[in-house]
């Protein structure tokens, strides 16, 4: 799950709004839904919870602003309007358990549904799923509408497999480790279609990068390491804001570099 065809394919082209699709992309996304689920967690106990749902709200907004006014991708735009979707996304499927009482498995099949939705809409309107043909306002309003309903599917089908099917954290983070390497697997060794390959992998991102936050932050008593879900955020952005100044200098992983 590489560019291959699904990057520009000449000097002419208009200009994309994501990154290519290398394994600093994947990390970037593992890291960044981990330090989401742990941030959250931190702020809806350790703060006033309905302060943080609605500070965490406008930051998003203000992030998908000024990712959706840029003309190109730029590193640091795209990737705070991903954690800032991590982070809300998060919150999102957290209200609709918690505040509202909906069961994991009916907001795990309503997050699907509106998933499912969404990419059938694009798929119709814009006769391609492919992240790399981003460069338009509509497709890109589609493209973080998708990555938003990813993120609080993913979320849900987390807390669904570890509370309501009793996996515990760590076993449904080895059980979405799994999962993921099905489209990866099936993309290299039996020819499935890349854009499929590609959303299967990046919707089970979520739950495999929440999964192991909860792990690792949740106490022990819990099924977790106990290490508290501020060391961990802490530890999680610093990794972020490294990976991401390597990105930002190196420029591996724009797709216009070519172009400028």
């Not at 699904?6 to 002419?12: E, V």
């Not at 089970?204 to 909860?214: C, E, I, Q, V």
């Given at each position: 799950m590489?560019?291959?065809?699904?990057?520009?394919?000449?000097?002419?082209?208009?200009?994309?709004?994501?990154p290519k699709i290398t394994a600093y992309f994947w990390m970037a996304k593992l890291l960044t839904t981990a330090m989401g689920e742990a941030t959250s967690d931190f702020l809806v106990f350790h703060t006033n919870p309905y302060l943080a749902v609605v500070g965490c709200g406008?930051?998003?907004?203000?992030?998908?602003?000024?990712?959706?006014?840029?003309?190109?991708?730029?590193?640091?735009?795209?990737?705070?309007?991903?954690?800032?979707?991590?982070?809300?996304?998060?919150?999102?499927a957290d209200v609709?358990?918690?505040?509202?009482?909906?069961?994991?498995?009916?907001?795990?099949?309503?997050?699907?549904?509106?998933?499912?939705?969404?990419?059938?809409?694009?798929?119709?309107?814009?006769?391609?799923?492919?992240?790399?043909?981003?460069?338009?306002?509509?497709?890109e309003a589609f493209y973080w509408a998708t990555i938003v309903a990813t993120f609080a599917l993913g979320t849900a089908a987390g807390d669904m497999t570890a509370?309501?099917?009793?996996?515990?954290?760590?076993?449904?983070?080895?059980?979405?480790?799994?999962?993921?390497?099905?489209?990866?697997?099936?993309?290299?060794?039996?020819?499935?279609?890349?854009?499929?390959a590609f959303w299967i992998a990046y919707i089970?991102?979520?739950?495999?990068?929440?999964?192991?936050?909860?792990w690792t932050d949740k106490p022990i008593r819990f099924g977790g390491l106990g290490l508290g879900t501020g060391p961990v955020s802490i530890s999680l952005t610093l990794a972020i804001l490294m990976l991401l100044s390597f990105l930002i200098i190196s420029r591996v992983d724009d797709p216009n570099r070519a172009k400028k």
């Open positions: 590489t560019t291959a065809a699904l990057s520009p394919s000449n000097g002419n082209d208009p200009l994309l709004k994501v406008l930051l998003f907004l203000a992030a998908i602003w000024l990712q959706m006014q840029s003309n190109q991708y730029i590193a640091h735009y795209y990737w705070f309007a991903v954690i800032m979707v991590s982070i809300f996304g998060t919150q999102i609709t358990h918690v505040v509202l009482g909906v069961p994991y498995d009916i907001s795990t099949s309503v997050f699907l549904v509106a998933l499912i939705g969404i990419l059938v809409t694009w798929k119709r309107k814009e006769k391609t799923l492919s992240i790399h043909s981003v460069h338009t306002p509509r497709r509370s309501s099917l009793d996996l515990g954290y760590l076993g449904s983070g080895l059980l979405f480790v799994l999962l993921f390497g099905i489209p990866v697997v099936a993309y290299f060794m039996f020819d499935l279609n890349e854009i499929a089970l991102t979520r739950p495999l990068g929440a999964s192991f936050a909860d």
